[in-house]
C-alpha cells in the first residue's frame, strides 16, 4: 500500500510569489490536514480536508488556503510568501475517523528568498 | 488552549539502555494521544497510538502509557539502538477540535554506539 506523498520535496521561491504545494493521501483515506514546520514555532496545525470540505482550521493568515478534490488529492496554496514562510510543509492522511492513526507524508521544504 | 510540554529536550544514551520519554498535555478531554519518530529533514513516522479510555499501547521494544487523568504519558525505549536516534513527539487531539494533533517540542534522542 503506497505511503502519503508529497509534491515537490522541495521549492525556493522570492518575496511575494505564490506557491502550490501538493499531497496525495493513502488509497481509501478521506482527510488530509495540512502542518508547518518551523524551528521557532515547531509543528502547527493549518487546516483540514476532508470529503472535500475544509472540516477543521488553524490560527494562520488568510494567504493560506487548501482545497481537496474528488479522488482526496489535496493542494496547499501560499500566496504573497514571506519569509518566514520558510518551513517544511507536511500533510498527513487518515481514514476519516477523528480517532484514527494519522500518517504523515516526507514534507515539502519552502524556501523563501 | 491544548499546550503540550515535552521532557527532556535532548537525551544522550549509550546504546542498550532503557529510557523514558516524558509527554504532558494540559487539557485532559482528548481523543487519543500519537508518538511520532522525526529523522532529520524528513517527515513523521506514527510510532504508537493511544486511544483515551486506553492505559497503554506496545510495538516491539517501545511502550507507551497514558494518564489521561493528570494529562501525562511516556514513552518507553526498551534496549536502545543507535537506529533509534531521532526526535520523538507527542502529539494530542482533542474532544473539541477532531483530528487536528497540537504537538509538542519533540525529545532529540541520540543512541551512541
Known amino acids: 500500500k503506497a505511503g502519503v506523498t508529497q509534491t515537490p520535496r522541495y521549492l525556493i521561491k522570492t518575496r511575494g510569489q505564490q506557491v502550490t504545494l501538493s499531497c496525495s493521501p493513502i488509497?481509501?483515506?478521506?482527510?488530509v490536514s495540512w502542518y508547518q514546520q518551523t524551528p521557532g514555532q515547531g509543528l502547527q496545525f493549518l487546516f483540514e480536508?476532508?470529503?472535500?470540505?475544509?472540516?477543521n482550521k488553524g490560527n494562520f493568515p488568510g494567504r493560506f488556503s487548501g482545497r481537496q478534490f474528488s479522488n482526496s488529492r489535496s493542494e496547499m496554496n501560499v500566496s504573497t510568501l514571506e519569509l518566514g514562510d520558510s518551513a517544511l510543509y507536511l500533510c498527513?492522511?487518515?481514514?476519516?475517523?477523528?480517532?484514527?492513526?494519522?500518517?504523515f507524508g516526507p514534507g515539502t521544504r519552502l524556501t523563501v528568498l | 488552549k491544548q499546550e503540550v510540554t515535552q521532557i527532556p529536550a535532548a537525551l544522550s544514551v549509550p546504546e542498550g539502555e532503557n529510557l523514558v520519554l516524558n509527554c504532558s498535555f494540559t487539557?485532559?478531554?482528548?481523543?487519543?494521544l500519537q508518538w511520532f519518530r522525526q529523522d532529520p529533514g524528513k517527515g513523521l513516522t506514527s510510532l504508537l497510538l493511544?486511544?483515551?479510555?486506553?492505559r497503554e499501547q506496545t510495538s516491539g521494544r517501545l511502550n507507551a502509557s497514558l494518564d489521561k487523568s493528570s494529562g501525562r504519558s511516556t514513552l518507553y525505549i526498551a534496549a536502545s539502538q543507535p537506529g533509534d536516534s531521532a526526535t520523538y513527539l507527542c502529539?494530542?487531539?482533542?474532544?473539541?477540535?477532531?483530528?487536528?494533533?497540537?504537538f509538542g517540542e519533540g525529545t532529540q534522542l541520540t543512541v551512541n554506539p
Open positions: 498527513a492522511s487518515l481514514r476519516g475517523g477523528s480517532t484514527d492513526t494519522q500518517y
Open positions: 487539557d485532559s478531554a482528548i481523543y487519543n
Open positions: 480536508y476532508f470529503s472535500e470540505t475544509q472540516r
Open positions: 488509497s481509501g483515506h478521506r482527510s
Open positions: 502529539a494530542v487531539s482533542r474532544e473539541t477540535s477532531g483530528s487536528r494533533l497540537t
Open positions: 493511544i486511544q483515551s479510555s486506553q
